[in-house]
């Protein structure tokens, strides 16, 4: 066994978390804690992973779940894309595998949102399969162990970075190993300021010997990201005391797919409430309804993977029903049910802001 893949089974026995996917083998649980965790930190999505297991304790309960039911459970997780993989890919292993999950690496490869990481990690964890799995954490440990130089995004630097954490991998324990290596990068070598004086692995770190630790892992950067501009109407139905709010439905091709939010008016620019007024889908909302713009809001910022929204938000009530249309996605849904519905963070944010979070005023 390689020197460093003995000393990071050794740190990891002594110094690994107790979380509750590492006491199982079961690929399901494996799989569910891989996608969350994918984008979000340990302590942010340990609560989700407990709701959704709590909610889905195993593969049918999922498959046969409602997508609007995912869907809120992931609500503040972001990359909602995850979640309707989640769905097909269970409903798929229960209809074309019975249930069972496959057990290795190049069937799981196949499913819908499993890529060669999750695979990796499900077929070593759950199977014992000899597959390296390579996340941030362990592309960070290997750039630096091995002075890897080519960004860790650019198809030559993953391909450098994949070839030595397989030379690296423990055949007769993979999973063991593979969790190792993500939690070493998780807890010890760091981003930034890593314990390099403290550090077991010093003496064979190429980053630490060549004064390069705050310089590697190098990383392509991304191009600027795309700029949207969202105004949103929230039109509000006041009737006995209770108020009913207009919700549409997202559809597929964008972002926030099967996620609500309030009719939208999307340009190129921010636009002048006189401007706002002409446009054809404020005239289709309004129709020729009494209604009375409340209040405009502040600029709303929402940062995003690839996209920057600039958002403004349009408070208009009316004295009577407003627009309505089940074919195009549009309802109005009282105030008391809201909470039933799964929105982007920033639409939940202005609801609870305005008093309108489904637990009254
Ligand atoms: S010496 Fe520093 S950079 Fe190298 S593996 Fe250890 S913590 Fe990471």
């Not at 003995?6 to 006491?23: A, G, H, M, V």
């Not at 074309?96 to 070593?124: H, N």
């Not at 630096?144 to 993953?158: A, C, V, W």
Request: aromatic share 12%.
């Amino acid at each position: 066994m390689h020197v460093i893949t003995r000393f990071l089974r050794f740190w990891y026995l002594q110094n690994k978390r107790d979380l509750p996917w590492r006491n199982t083998d079961d690929p399901y649980a494996i799989w569910i804690a891989e996608v969350i965790f994918q984008q979000t930190r340990i302590n942010q999505g340990i609560s989700y992973y407990r709701k959704f297991m709590g909610a889905f304790p195993h593969i049918q309960s999922l498959a046969m779940a409602d997508e609007q039911k995912v869907l809120k459970l992931w609500q503040g997780l972001g990359y909602y894309s995850r979640a309707h993989n989640l769905l097909h890919t269970a409903r798929e292993i229960v209809s074309v595998y019975q249930g069972v999950f496959p057990t290795d690496y190049q069937r799981l490869k196949l499913l819908k949102g499993i890529g060669p990481y999750t695979a990796a990690a499900i077929a070593s964890i759950a199977f014992n399969q000899p597959c390296a799995a390579v996340d941030g954490n362990v592309a960070r440990v290997i750039a630096r162990l091995y002075g890897i130089r080519d960004p860790m995004n650019s198809t030559k630097g993953k391909k450098k970075i994949q070839t030595m954490a397989e030379a690296l991998l423990d055949n007769n324990d993979p999973g063991l190993h593979n969790q190792a290596i993500m939690e070493f990068g998780a807890l010890h070598c760091v981003p930034l300021n890593p314990d390099c004086l403290n550090c077991g692995l010093k003496l064979y770190c190429v980053a630490f010997q060549n004064d390069l630790v705050d310089t590697l892992p190098v990383r392509v950067k991304r191009s600027k990201p795309k700029i949207r501009w969202f105004h949103y109407l929230v039109c509000c139905y006041r009737h006995n005391e209770a108020t009913q709010v207009l919700l549409q439905q997202r559809l597929a091709g964008d972002i926030w797919n099967g996620l609500y939010e309030f009719p939208l008016i999307e340009a190129d620019t921010e636009m002048e409430l006189t401007t706002l007024v002409e446009h054809p889908v404020f005239k289709q909302i309004i129709q020729d309804k009494q209604y009375v713009i409340k209040r405009v809001s502040g600029q709303y910022k929402h940062q995003l993977s690839h996209q920057k929204l600039l958002v403004r938000f349009f408070h208009i009530e009316f004295d009577e029903v407003c627009y309505n249309s089940k074919e195009n996605h549009v309802s109005l849904i009282n105030e008391s049910n809201l909470n039933d519905y799964p929105f982007p963070r920033l639409i939940d944010r202005y609801l609870t802001e305005m008093g309108l979070s489904g637990k009254g005023y």
